[in-house]
């Protein structure tokens, strides 16, 4: 027969390894349809796509068409499962069903539905023809999507019930702020796979497995956590701004901000919305002229006036030369700047014996 070769697939950005099948995928079809009968043979063709046109059509649209009622529909595409697995062609057709089970098994036994399909399949027609052997098989067990999980199959059930479990207590680990290295989170996502057979656990299948959860996710920067947090989940200028700055490690300039942001994800950022943006969102602090600090680091918003008077309430009265060391660790200018404030004496006073305070 002639092979079946199955194309690279990516889903959440995971690549998935192509596979070669010694079967012809349309011919199999055909034979698997034949063992059917007529009226089962017709829904099952329009149910799965695999007429002349790729299109899938619901249960409610073939009965319409046939003036029947849906559960009928359902009765007339149970029945031609029935038929087929209980033929002679689908005994003959063994040898197939194994090397697409082996192949699920490679994956790491559960994977998310969209990316098993686009693996099997280069194109509508042949991942229609997949997704019916899946189905006709009863080796193949498809998991419906839920509120936590994509849809999934898998070929293995206490795999997949360790693997929902481990994906559940891996979310629950992590806070709503949490953002860890992707070295992290797979370290974490082992240490709760346990009981799991070590043959999956390569960081390939480990992120496959990752993609099947609708709660964690990574941002641009491979940084992973939860997928309602700030730094996972970017919408717009700000949340790549974020990122920026964090990966940076210090204040930035605002219009070092927006090339960073153009450099590490190829987003155009004016210059001048990036600064509108950064003064508006309460994560960054503007520490000095242009330049934006993060909250999170310790920095406070203010200017400099503001923060000499809680450096002198925190600290009491202080030294000249001990003020400015402290408020330029917090804030990015010049020495002058400092004096100047601290000499207005609106705010501060000079005691007798050298310090300042607050007034």
């Known amino acids: 027969m002639k092979k079946t ?21 349309a011919t199999l079809a055909k034979r698997l349809l034949a063992a059917a009968p007529e009226r089962s043979r017709e829904v099952l063709t329009r149910r799965f796509g695999l007429g002349a046109s790729p299109e899938r059509e619901t249960l409610e649209a073939i009965g319409d068409r046939s003036s029947i009622t849906r559960e009928r529909v359902r009765q007339i595409e149970a029945a ?26 490679s994956l790491g036994a559960i994977v998310p539905e969209e990316t098993l399909l686009s693996a099997l399949g280069k194109d509508e027609k042949n991942r229609n023809r997949f997704r019916f052997f899946l ?29 929902h479990s481990a994906l559940t207590r891996l979310y629950s680990s992590l806070s709503d702020t949490d953002v860890v290295t992707e070295g992290e989170l ?60 964090k990966r940076h490690g210090t204040p930035m300039h605002f219009s070092e901000v927006a090339k960073t942001i153009g450099a590490l994800f190829s987003k155009k950022a004016h210059i001048a919305t990036t600064h509108n943006e950064l003064i508006k969102d309460p994560r960054f602090v ?19 006036r503001d923060v000499i008077r809680e450096t002198l309430e925190e600290k009491g009265p202080m ?32 005691m007798k014996d050298g310090r300042y305070a607050a007034v």
């Open 186 to 245: 797979l370290d974490r996502f082992l240490d709760e796979l346990k009981e799991v057979n070590d043959a999956y656990k390569n960081e390939e299948v480990l992120k496959r497995w990752l993609s099947l959860s609708k709660h964690i996710g990574s941002n641009p920067l491979t940084q992973w956590g939860r997928v309602t947090a700030p730094a996972i989940r970017i919408k717009g200028v700000r949340d790549y701004a974020y990122l920026a700055v």
């Open 5 to 25: 070769r199955s194309s690279t697939a990516h889903a959440k950005g995971r690549t998935v390894p192509s596979t070669s099948f010694s079967f012809d995928a």
């Open 286 to 304: 503007l520490v000095g002229r242009g330049l934006y600090a993060l909250t999170e680091w310790g920095y406070t918003p203010g200017v400099v």
């Open 319 to 350: 030294k000249k030369e001990e003020i400015i060391k402290h408020v330029k660790k917090a804030r990015f200018v010049k020495d002058n700047t400092i004096l100047v404030n601290l000499n207005d004496s609106r705010y501060f006073k000079r």
């Open 80 to 105: 031609g499962l029935d038929a087929i697995r209980s033929s002679k062609v689908f005994k003959e057709a063994a040898t197939a069903f194994d090397e697409i089970a082996k192949y699920i098994h």
């Open 135 to 163: 189905m006709v098989n009863a080796a193949f067990f498809r998991e419906r999507e839920t509120n936590d999980f994509l849809a999934r199959w898998h070929v293995d059930h206490t795999t997949a019930k360790h693997i």
